[in-house]
């Protein structure tokens, strides 16, 4: 692919964001809201536990929706209507609240990946760790680490907006950018998320899955001696429910964070000439689809979970009904 191929694409991409960003946050704030909402009633189905996690979820792809989707990349597309963001210094406190958000939205992921590896592969750790105060635990310490692990953003970024969707978005300073100090940074930060996030999820769902395959062929065969070939199992139908959502929500969060995760490292590598060719327009996907993933999940719940959808169907017929009498 040529030069001007690419930098066609790259444009072409650029007026895509200025209608996608703003619908996408359209869509995402409310989507999360209404999930939270939704979970929080307790009325799906699920255990304490996993709605603990579940809304813990939401709730960062939320906060990764206002503070980066709106507050970060609607002002860079529309950079010339955001020009009073040059004046606003509160970039570095900006990056610190984005990175943590993020990173709660990968982290909460992974926990409750293994909740849900421990809840099915280890019954003998299941009653002591999958339950609701232990997901609490588990919940604050990642946020109050994450929140930890980022405060350096706020001593390497400067106060003023860049208003650029490079690798950074907040300006800083050239001799910064190419130290070896910044570079251990920055490439340890994304190697923490969503590196080795991805390791872990697939990890624990390996294990899973090898556990209830074996598990299911134990049982298979015991059912079949003590009740024929034919006979259904409705314990191996609920676990194969029960995994259903796990791996579509780990999936689904793998493969939208790839390309960003891919982009980043090798930019990275770039700055330190380490060089290695990737269109720009890639990291722009990368950043697209990243975003995207904040949205999903309220999707993936009312697909794999038909009491969600239940109550999602009440929660919209209410207040119709509501207007219904008004009107009457």
Not at 310 to 323: D, I, Q, Y
């Amino acid at each position: 692919m040529d030069f001007l191929t690419k930098l066609k694409i790259l444009w072409a991409l650029y007026d895509v964001q200025t209608i996608y960003f703003p619908v996408l946050a359209a869509f995402g704030v409310p989507v999360n809201v209404v999930t939270i909402a939704i979970l929080s009633r307790g009325k799906c189905g699920l255990s304490k536990c996993v709605t603990r996690y579940l809304v813990a979820m939401a709730l960062a792809d939320l906060l990764v929706v206002i503070i980066d989707l709106v507050l970060r990349q609607i002002p860079i597309v529309y950079r010339e209507q955001f020009i009073f963001f040059r004046n606003v210094a509160l970039c570095n406190v900006h990056a610190v609240f984005l990175y943590a958000a993020t990173d709660c939205s990968v982290w909460f992921t992974v926990t409750f990946t293994l909740d849900r590896c421990v809840a099915i592969c280890c019954q003998n750790l299941k009653s002591k760790y999958c339950t609701a105060k232990t997901a609490d635990v588990v919940l604050g310490t990642v946020t109050v680490v994450s929140l930890l692990k980022n405060i350096f953003w706020y001593f390497l970024y400067t106060t003023e907006y860049w208003l650029s969707n490079s690798s950074w978005f907040c300006r800083v300073d050239f001799s910064v950018t190419r130290s070896m100090a910044w570079a251990v940074v920055e490439l340890m930060h994304y190697i923490l998320t969503p590196f080795i996030p991805f390791v872990l999820i697939l990890l624990f769902n390996a294990l899973t899955v090898r556990y209830i395959l074996m598990a299911s062929k134990a049982r298979s065969r015991l059912r079949n001696q003590s009740h024929g070939a034919s006979a259904s199992d409705p314990e191996i139908e609920n676990r194969r429910k029960s995994i259903m959502l796990l791996f579509i929500i780990s999936g689904n969060f793998i493969f939208l964070w790839v390309v960003f995760m891919v982009c980043s490292i090798l930019k990275r590598l770039d700055y330190l000439r380490y060089s290695v060719p990737m269109p720009m327009f890639l990291r722009e996907i990368g950043f697209m689809l990243q975003l995207l993933s904040c949205c999903t999940n309220t999707f993936i719940y009312a697909v794999t979970q038909r009491k969600f959808r239940e109550e999602f169907l009440l929660g919209v017929k209410r207040p119709l009904k509501m207007m219904a009498k008004l009107v009457h």
